[in-house]
């Protein structure tokens, strides 16, 4: 990555936009497309869709999610704590004691999550993971009507922590699963955009919307825009830390390139496509399996009108879905290099239909 590219990627990263509020998150990555897109446009869903070289053949659709998790003000009480529920799927034992930001119409304001203590606790109360409604968020009001002047029903929630590198060009940061996938999916048009007078195929790269609360942006997104190729980016466990099983889900490591995904859920040429283009330019990978359905907008790429020819890159991720997830700058380089070498190798002759 060089200076702009970290700069772009922290930017997206400083963006707090849950599921169905990611109106910041969008202006950043529109901003940083629009020089070198022919046409960018955001469709009524929210989704934002760039688009290079419009009469090229095939046409393939880059998705990656750029919604993240976060909470939702349900109620205020009498004495001005804020009830909330979840956007997107949480663990709940990781929310309490917390720093958040509530999003309100006159900025962000600063809260905690808060939870009885445990000096408080009986000894079976300690023994239990909290529910959602037994948890409140603090913002040091002091009354209902205090809170209301705030904040109303329906802000959203997230937590206020942000980026930080850490050693072996590993970083940490809340909303790396998908601010990654964004992040290479407006790279990779970038990239392509620079050597376009080699491009023969119309490449639509995509900050698709609401993934955590039900895949709904990628389906308006690759009806609206007929791609024939359509390739999700989003984030995949890490299986290098302790307590993992591999026998269950396979060998995967941080630094080591994206996971290349085979199942019902990819076509076996767009496979070979992108494994070719890494094998082709040094670029490292990591194969994996996926048999079934999988849990991300590769099924809703898929399925679009008479279908669509998918493929799956996955950005390995530690502690996936909680406030300090770690990821590889190095797989998000990789993932940029395999994506538009895949993309400048397509033409109005490329295969897709199986065998």
């Keep these: 990555m060089d200076k702009k590219q970290i700069e772009f990627f922290k930017s997206l990263l400083s ?7 990611e109106q910041d998150v969008r202006k950043v990555w529109r901003e940083h497309v629009c020089d070198a897109a022919d046409e ?36 205020i009480d009498d004495n001005g704590y804020l009830c909330f529920k979840p956007i997107g799927g949480h663990d709940t034992s990781l929310i309490p004691g917390r720093r958040v930001l509530v999003h309100t119409q006159k900025g962000a304001i600063p809260g905690v999550t808060g939870k009885k203590a445990i000096h408080l606790m009986t000894e079976e ?7 959602i409604h037994d948890l409140w968020i603090d913002i040091a009001a002091g009354s209902r009507e205090e809170a209301q002047e705030l904040v109303r029903i329906g802000d959203c929630i997230t937590h206020d922590l942000g980026y930080r ?6 970083v940490v940061s809340r909303a790396l699963d998908d601010r990654t ?21 119309c490449v639509v790269a995509v900050a698709t919307v609401q993934e955590e609360v039900g895949l709904r ?16 980016i989003d984030v995949t466990h890490a299986t290098d830390s302790p307590g993992m099983d591999q026998r269950k889900h396979g060998v995967v490591k941080l630094g080591k390139g994206p996971t290349l995904q085979r199942g ?16 082709g330019h040094n670029l490292p990978f990591q194969p994996a399996a996926s048999p ?21 890159v996955g950005i390995p991720l530690r502690y996936m879905h909680t406030p300090s997830e770690v990821g590889s700058l190095d797989d998000l380089d990789a993932a940029v290099g395999i994506l538009s070498e895949f993309c400048l190798s397509l033409n109005a002759k490329t295969k897709l239909i199986p065998d």
């Design 292 to 312: 079934g359905r999988v849990g991300n907008d590769t099924w809703s790429l898929q399925v679009v009108r008479e279908g669509v020819a998918t493929g799956t």
């Design 165 to 170: 590198e850490l050693r072996n060009n590993l």
């Design 40 to 75: 960018v446009l955001t469709d009524v869903m929210g989704n934002c869709i760039a688009i290079l070289n419009p009469g090229g053949t095939p046409r393939v659709l880059l998705a990656g999610h750029c919604d993240e998790i976060g909470f939702q003000v349900s109620h």
């Design 264 to 279: 019902g859920s990819v076509n076996p040429h767009v496979f070979d496509l992108l494994a070719k283009a890494a094998k």
């Design 125 to 131: 109360e300690r023994k239990k993971i909290p529910e």
């Design 217 to 232: 942006g990628a389906i308006t997104a690759a009806f609206g825009t007929r791609p024939d190729i359509g390739i999700c």
């Design 181 to 201: 996938g964004a992040y290479v999916a407006a790279e990779t048009l970038l990239a392509c955009a620079r050597r376009k007078s080699k491009l023969k195929a």
């Design 15 to 21: 963006a707090h936009s849950p599921s169905g509020y």
